[in-house]
């Protein structure tokens, strides 16, 4: 029930693409929902994150998307540029807990 | 912009020796944490640590794992008796706020490879 499932585990982008990545949940408590960049060598970085009580949260060419009903969130990258090529991990917590619970990751590559 | 330092960035150990990692987490946080990953999986939660006491942790964070502030701007993970399934990048991090899941800055990480 802590598991947050991430798919797809790979995805190749045009750039100027949609890049669209998604994480479903099972628990909910969680009530936090952050996206991480991270690229190799590095450690994951912050890049965007929403709380339930909205269904979409957009900053620049980034966007979240979240169903509450469905238990679903989705990460959106518009106009994906090779900048952008790195791994993304959706994330979530509780407002009772400290820890974060991470989805298994995606490796986007945007090809030119 | 402030960042969550770690040392050394990669160490390799044999089976069985004790291996410290080290971080200095952000001057004004409160909070600290210890990830892993092992290499191509998910990212997984270890440990938090608040006023100078465990505040949480899983289940991979047994009593061959310890963490300790030794000083005002340290923060350390050691593994006593290191296994070859303990190789892995560690990540720790820090936040002001300790719960939620907010504000943590990780650092780079060390990759541990034990022989």
């Known amino acids: 029930q802590q598991q947050v499932k991430q798919s797809p585990q790979s995805l190749i982008v045009q750039k100027g693409g949609i890049s669209i990545i998604n994480c479903a949940y099972e628990n909910t408590a969680f009530d936090y929902f952050p996206w991480y960049q991270q690229f190799p060598g590095k450690g994951p970085a912050l890049l965007i994150a929403i709380r339930p009580d909205v269904s979409e949260k957009k900053e620049g060419r980034f966007t979240i998307s979240f169903n509450k009903s469905a238990k679903q969130f989705s990460l959106h990258i518009m106009d994906s540029q090779p900048g952008d090529s790195a791994t993304y991990f959706c994330?979530?917590?509780?407002?009772?807990?400290?820890?974060?619970?991470f989805g298994t990751g995606t490796r986007l590559q945007v090809t030119l | 912009e402030p960042e969550v330092t770690q040392t050394p960035s990669h160490q390799v150990t044999q089976m069985g020796q004790e291996v410290i990692l080290r971080c200095v987490p952000i001057?004004?946080?409160?909070?600290f944490y210890w990830y892993r990953q092992i290499l191509g999986q998910k990212v997984e939660f270890l440990v938090s640590?608040?006023?100078?006491?465990?505040?949480?942790k899983s289940e991979i964070f047994d009593d061959q794992f310890s963490v300790e502030r030794p000083d005002g701007s340290n923060f350390t993970l050691k593994i006593r008796s290191t296994k070859l399934e303990d190789s892995a990048m560690y990540f720790c991090?820090?936040?002001?706020f300790g719960t939620g899941g907010y504000g943590y800055t990780f650092g780079s990480g060390t990759r541990l490879t034990v022989v």
């Open positions: 001057s004004n946080h409160l909070y």
């Open positions: 991090a820090s936040s002001y």
């Open positions: 994330a979530a917590s509780t407002d009772t807990a400290s820890k974060l619970t």
């Open positions: 640590f608040y006023n100078n006491e465990i505040s949480e």
